[in-house]
């Protein structure tokens, strides 16, 4: 079976430790046992699981909660629905939507709904997601699609099986695409190699066929002529369409021009609006393509809360998406973490120290760091003069002080060193801890 390869964005549940702002309204809290195992507490402060854990990681279901509990390498998993907690009897279980659950083995998946009744046997080898009404399954290495109830959709008989929430599903056999509507019937039109289906809920979607790219809307009809080597679907929509001359256009979702330039390459920026090049130059549209920031600096990057940095030969400037201007700060360098982690402010370096602006436009740490990084689980290590390194969250607050030669973060704890000593633990109160668990 030969599928090519498709830039599709799908929902997956990646549990992480700590309250994501998606999450603000969880209302439980971990505490800390003996030994640095975990347990957990409901909004009443009664212990639902006990400090038998090293880790616990919750994600939200709908108005109902998913809490996933770890001893090291095992996991177990319960749902909260309302004031009760109930333990799920299975060895795997991932988020689909707001009301169905895969659950099972590796190779032997099915699903339950949010009221833990059985939607679908635990005969599948895997089940994707696919919006709010619907699940992808895998039979016999066939795909195919159910309802919220379990019935079928589409039969496990394709390659591959692609959702398309404005219009329904792309279908993969034979090499080549066909769209099916969303019940399950096939909607008239040409077929095609390739698709590019938006990350975003809009009624166009990219389509190739021998190596040139168009759009089509919901009833598969050409919106934007196969006649170009590349394209993006950027929010709000704009679409992005490269010619033969390899120079990017931007179009409305009709195929008609935003403006009359040519650029060399697009990115967009979320809802918040579209970075350009022209010539090694960069600036921001909006996304009626008129002009933001000119096209004149040597890079821009995305820092949250509608600030966007400016690199203006050795100095950056902090621009305001919201205030359509430049703020009055200038500084050698800033850094930000990626889309995912979301911090409330930024680093800034100044006289070559390193301190942190929050989005309240306050210096809530001068510059003061020689140094900042962060490691691979997004956590901000600061050191200072004298090569001695702390954390920082991303509030800016000072969570171990630096003090430590080395730190490694452990779930809740940190290993830490000091000169002259072994390693020990310590708590998010910089408190010595026995973590015998690790």
């Known amino acids: 079976m030969n599928v090519p390869f498709i830039c599709l964005i799908l929902f997956s549940l990646n549990f992480y430790a700590f309250k994501s702002s998606a999450q603000s309204d969880n209302p439980f809290v971990k505490f800390m046992g003996a030994n640095c195992y975990i347990g957990l507490l409901n909004q009443y402060n009664k212990e639902i699981l006990p400090a038998s854990f090293t880790n616990i990681t919750i994600a939200p279901v709908g108005n109902n909660w998913l809490i996933s509990a770890a001893v090291k390498n095992h996991y177990s998993y319960h749902f909260q629905i309302e004031n009760e907690l109930i333990k799920l009897p299975y060895n795997h279980v991932e988020i689909l939507n707001d009301r169905l659950l895969?659950?099972?083995?590796?190779?032997?998946?099915?699903?339950?709904?949010?009221?833990?009744?059985?939607?679908?046997?635990?005969?599948?080898?895997?089940?994707?997601?696919?919006?709010?009404?619907?699940?992808?399954?895998?039979?016999?290495?066939?795909?195919?699609?159910?309802?919220?109830?379990?019935?079928?959709?589409?039969?496990?008989?394709?390659?591959?099986?692609?959702?398309?929430?404005?219009?329904?599903f792309w279908a993969y056999k034979y090499s080549q695409f066909h769209l099916i509507d969303h019940n399950g019937m096939s909607v008239l039109g040409l077929k095609y190699d390739k698709v590019l289906i938006p990350d975003v809920d809009l009624p166009i979607c990219g389509v190739a066929k021998n190596g040139q790219w168009g759009a089509v809307n919901q009833q598969n009809e050409l919106v934007l002529n196969i006649d170009y080597d590349e394209i993006m679907i950027l929010d709000m929509g704009v679409v992005a369409v490269k010619d033969r001359e390899l120079k990017w256009k931007l179009t409305d979702l009709n195929g008609k021009l935003k403006n009359k330039e040519e650029y060399d390459a697009i990115v967009g920026l979320g809802n918040k609006g579209i970075v350009v090049t022209k010539d090694g130059k960069k600036g921001l549209l909006d996304y009626q393509a008129k002009?933001?920031?000119?096209?004149?600096?040597?890079?821009?990057?995305?820092?949250?809360?509608?600030?966007?940095?400016v690199n203006n030969n050795k100095e950056v400037l902090i621009y305001s998406i919201k205030e359509n201007k430049f703020l009055d700060f200038i500084f050698e360098d800033i850094k930000t973490t990626d889309y995912t982690q979301?911090?409330?402010?930024?680093?800034?370096?100044?006289?070559?120290?390193w301190g942190w602006l929050d989005f309240n436009m306050n210096l809530k740490i001068k510059p003061i760091y020689t140094n900042v990084r962060l490691n691979y689980t997004n956590i901000i290590i600061v050191e200072n003069e004298n090569k001695k390194i702390g954390?920082?969250?991303?509030?800016?607050?000072?969570?171990?002080?630096?003090?430590?030669?080395?730190?490694?973060?452990?779930?809740?704890?940190?290993?830490?060193?000091?000169?002259?000593?072994?390693?020990?633990?310590?708590?998010?109160?910089?408190?010595k801890v026995n973590c015998q668990v690790f």
């Open 391 to 431: 954390i920082l969250d991303k509030n800016g607050d000072v969570v171990i002080p630096d003090e430590y030669t080395e730190i490694v973060p452990q779930n809740e704890y940190f290993k830490v060193k000091k000169e002259g000593t072994d390693w020990y633990y310590v708590n998010k109160k910089n408190k």
């Open 102 to 168: 895969k659950v099972g083995s590796p190779g032997a998946y099915g699903i339950i709904n949010t009221t833990g009744a059985g939607v679908l046997l635990m005969n599948y080898e895997n089940i994707l997601p696919a919006g709010t009404e619907f699940a992808i399954t895998l039979y016999k290495k066939l795909y195919g699609c159910v309802d919220l109830d379990g019935n079928s959709v589409i039969p496990n008989q394709y390659d591959l099986l692609l959702h398309w929430q404005a219009a329904g």
């Open 291 to 309: 002009s933001l920031i000119d096209v004149k600096y040597d890079d821009l990057q995305y820092l949250g809360n509608n600030w966007v940095s």
């Open 342 to 353: 979301r911090w409330e402010g930024v680093l800034i370096k100044k006289d070559s120290k």
